[in-house]
């Protein structure tokens, strides 16, 4: 054999490998022939005053890192049935809450527990869900996919459903730089999903911001409002409710029984909340103070959604609660006339911001 | 030049940098300082106080189930010299006295890099002090003891220097724990310090020193005449301007309150 002809064997033998080796990648998921670019970092608008997001340093916000955690958000592809999605029951222009008191999972089974806002929730650090159960987003995203409440699916098969997608496997790299499908992993997706939530942004623009700042006045009965929620003067009512919803997010994030349900004995709350968590009798029906932002947007309330209404929380409050021996001390018979607590309506009101609503990287994009 | 001499001239600047590091050492082993715990416990009448346990108040069952405060400035004191253990830290019974074995070992603040010797006293601010209580949560990390957006109260734009809640038998039916009592007391001027003095507090290579603090929670709440409080009567001190002079009487309550 001529130099020559052993030089076009080799060369052919050469092409059959990489043929084949390329169709065996095809196979074997190899995504290494989509170009990859270190994902550039997304730019987030934190309002003024607000603190820092919860720092994860294992999973910084980028553009694809962002755009692919939406999509999983909306998309039903997360259900066993492809019917729900993250958004069936945190609802966009419903401040990302549920408008039901106990959402419906794909089962029809209700759950327990009214679906809460998503709106900033990437600043809260004491602890996630009504009892503070779970400690990050991350780790919260794995939960809802498989809960026989919720989506109902299990995450191998998300897995594989979305390793064979036309789409989510180049998202991935983007996102992630994975080479091949089979890195497709439920830590991944819920990254991605925890990126997206984080830009789930609001404050700044609310009547309330805008008159702290001074750029606009108070009417009067939302400035009775601020001055009975934060006990500014001796002049109303002190109702107490800044000793709980405070700071930029109107919220400490603390547990407390805020005596939504009366009991002789402890043992006896229908959901301990905290008291799961803590194993500790005297936390015991303590669920998380929610952030007010927005809250006008988000009936029902609590964390069984037993209130339709604003009017209905401030009857609440106004009664002193219902007895139970953990009722926390501030939770007091306010003795408030109709008129003083209309006017505390109005200040939450004023907690209002929906510039959220057009933010064009937290729609649909299906 | 040629590639031995440039690796002659590489070993040398080595072995220059290597000795003058060296050279520091010895500075740096010398041990001149050490570190102090200085243990809060919460007592009632001299036992460790176990949060939301039922106490007898006047003859009636009380619980408190909230007691924390600002301490500041906490420095060791020898003639003169003051050495700083710690600037500002948060004491919070929330995170010990839920159990007897919590409440008897009660929370520690600790301090390090105290210069070595032997102190006479101790010395620490109770609340923010005014420069630190002109800002606000939003100028600290949520870590920080001052990035507790619930430690701080937006109408007296102060942090609340301490806190005392719980609940009582109002009508003494000696079932339920009806009624509650809260005092919360912040604002410059109910700012104090609190001395010990005559004290031996050795501070020794390789040893971490130990003190310990008592609070007698029931000093909390003491007329100036040394009278428990009438919770109907005094029930809901919050440093407002009905409260009169309660939160500053409160105040002084807090310091007579410690002891060695």
Sequence with gaps: MSRVQLHIIGCLLLGLLLVSSCRKDKDNGDLTDIPYDVPEPYNLDIPEGFPDLVANSDNPLTEPGVQLGRRLFYDPILSADGTMSCSSCHKREKGFADDVPTSLGI???????????????????????????????????????????????????VE????????????????????????????????????????????????????????????DSEFNGYDMFFDISPDFPDAECGHCHTGPLLTTNDYFNNGLDGVDDLNNFEDIGRGAVTDYIFDNGKFRAPSLRNIALTAPYMHDGRFQTLEEVLDHYDSG?????NLDPLILNLGLTEEQKQDIINLLHSFTDTTYLENPDLTNPF | MNYRYLSIFLLLASITLLSTSCEKEPDGDVVESSNIEVRFRALIDGQPMVLNERYDYNGKDFTISSLKFYISDLVLVKGALEANVKEIDFVDFGTSNTTAQGAADGVVVGGASIPLGTYDGLKFGLGVPSDL????????????????????WLAWDSYIFHKVEGRYDGDNNANDLESSYVYHVGLDENFREKTFSNLEIEIAEDNTAQVVIDIEVRDLMREANGNAFDFEAVGNIHSATGDGSYPGLIADNWVNAFSL
């Excluded at chain 1, 527990?113 to 987003?137: C, K, P, Q, Y």
């Excluded at chain 1, 609660?321 to 021996?325: L, V």
Aim: proline share 5%.
């Design chain 1, 321 to 325: 609660g219902h007895y139970a021996e």
């Design chain 1, 107 to 157: 089962d029809g089974i209700p759950g327990t527990r009214h679906a809460m806002s998503l709106l900033n929730v990437g600043f809260f650090e004491n602890g996630l869900n009504w009892d503070g159960s779970i400690a990050t987003l991350e780790e919260q995203a794995i939960e809802p996919v498989i809960n026989p409440v919720e989506l109902h699916d299990d995450w191998g098969n």
């Design chain 1, 160 to 219: 594989e459903k979305l390793r064979n997608h036309p789409d989510y496997p180049e998202r991935f790299r983007a996102a992630f730089g994975i080479s091949n499908k089979s890195e497709i992993t439920k830590e991944l997706a819920t990254k991605a999903i925890a990126q997206f939530e984080k830009i789930i942004v609001s404050g700044g623009n609310s009547r309330f911001d805008r008159a702290l700042r001074g750029e606009i006045f108070f009417t």
């Design chain 2, 133 to 152: 209580n002109n800002e606000d949560p939003t100028d600290f990390s949520s870590n920080h003891p001052l990035g507790a957006d619930s430690e701080y």
